[in-house]
Nanobody, 123 residues
Framework: QVQLVESGGGLVQAGGSLRLSCAAS????????MGWFRQAPGKEREFVAY????????YYAEAVKGRFTISRDNAKNTVYLQMNSLKFEDTAVYYC????????????????WGQGTQVTVSS
């Protein structure tokens, strides 16, 4: 069992930066690949970024590639999402999720989810 708690969301001007954190409980955190998803009002949840359990490989949605960076610290049971050059269209609730063997960008394949943290980018 893994419990996930996101933090770090807030209000930022376009062009600014935020760093989201996702703290995980459970001793098996390092066995899970981690993903970040987001959901804007009236839209479906969409994939943002993914990192393997080892931290060696990361994947990004085209919309955030070059601006966002996912990382993890298994010693701290935490995964991060550094978001730079934020745009108005990045406004959404951001969720972290854990998957044992699921697909990188398929939300239904993730086993555990956090409650989400709101990111609002003003234009």
């Amino acid at each position: 069992q893994v419990q996930l708690v996101e933090s770090g969301g807030g209000l930022v001007q376009a062009g600014g930066s935020l760093r989201l954190s996702c703290a995980a409980s459970g001793r098996t955190f390092s066995r899970y690949a981690m993903g970040w998803f987001r959901q804007a009002p009236g839209k479906e949840r969409e994939f943002v970024a993914y990192i393997k359990w080892s931290g060696g490989s990361a994947y990004y949605a085209e919309a955030v590639k070059g601006r966002f960076t996912i990382s993890r610290d298994n010693a701290k049971n935490t995964v991060y999402l550094q978001m730079n050059s934020l745009k108005f269209e990045d406004t959404a609730v951001y969720y972290c999720a854990a998957t044992a063997v699921g697909s990188v960008d398929v939300a239904d394949s993730y086993d555990y989810w956090g409650q989400g943290t709101q990111v609002t980018v003003s234009s």
